[in-house]
């Protein structure tokens, strides 16, 4: 059983452009959260998604920042016309249950460390 | 809101101590907590998780404790060895029902000198 799959694990992108992270949760795997490390920082949660719908986003920016998860394929958080503030490494964890449960574990990616030039 | 605070940011230790590394949470309605490891540049390792219910939890050199009571959790490391360099975080997971979320600390970054 494979992890929790990011991709790509390193992203280079120019002020402006849009970025796109993907991230497969581990097999069985409903419930995906998505969390931003800035340098020197702790993991800020960002969202909380389980298929086709979004739980909690209440860590999203309210401008250029979105995710989704889809019935079908890899959870995406997309970042549209990036600052150079946006460069962080972001985290994909993904939990087999409902959250709830006190002994569910979260399971995370490498990551996806976006640079932006 | 629930908040995670990590002391010492900074450890370093001679190789061969044992160590705790201390967590400590505001909201003491917490579902469970979760040790992780963090080495540069890369992911996070689930090493515990401590379910509510329980007071501690072991795995091989380490153990971590949970005292909800009083908002703190620890881990201890025994015999350390340089290879348990590493940055330890910690994470309740809290928040209202059916959106409950992992809450991290800022981490401890540990270093063991051989």
């Known amino acids: 059983n494979a992890g929790v799959m990011q991709n790509p694990r390193h992203l280079v992108r120019r002020r402006g452009q849009e970025a796109r992270l993907r991230c497969s949760p581990m097999k069985g795997h409903s419930h995906v959260y998505w969390y931003r490390q800035l340098p020197e920082e702790g993991l800020k949660f960002m969202v909380y998604?389980?298929?086709?719908?979004?739980?909690?986003e209440s860590g999203m920016p309210k401008e250029r920042f979105s995710a989704e998860f889809p019935k079908e394929g890899p959870s995406i958080l997309r970042i549209q016309q990036v600052v150079r503030g946006d460069s962080a490494a972001y985290f994909c964890a993904s939990s087999p249950r409902y959250p709830g449960h006190t002994n569910t574990e979260a399971f995370f990616g490498q990551g996806t460390r976006l640079t932006v030039v | 809101k629930q908040e995670v605070t990590q002391i010492p940011a900074a450890l370093s230790v001679p190789e061969g101590e044992n160590l705790v590394l201390n967590c400590s949470f505001t909201d003491s309605a917490i579902y469970n907590l979760q040790w992780f490891r963090q080495d540069p540049g890369k992911g996070l390792t689930s090493l515990l998780l401590?379910?509510?219910?329980?007071r501690e939890q072991t795995s091989g050199r380490l153990n971590a404790s949970l005292d909800k009571s009083s908002g703190r959790s620890t881990l201890y490391i025994a015999a350390s060895q340089p290879g348990d360099s590493a940055t330890y975080l910690c994470a309740g997971l809290s928040g209202k029902a059916g959106a409950q979320k992992l809450v991290f600390g800022q981490g401890t970054r540990l270093t063991i000198n051989p």
């Open positions: 998604l389980q298929k086709e719908n979004i739980i909690d």
């Open positions: 401590i379910q509510s219910s329980q």
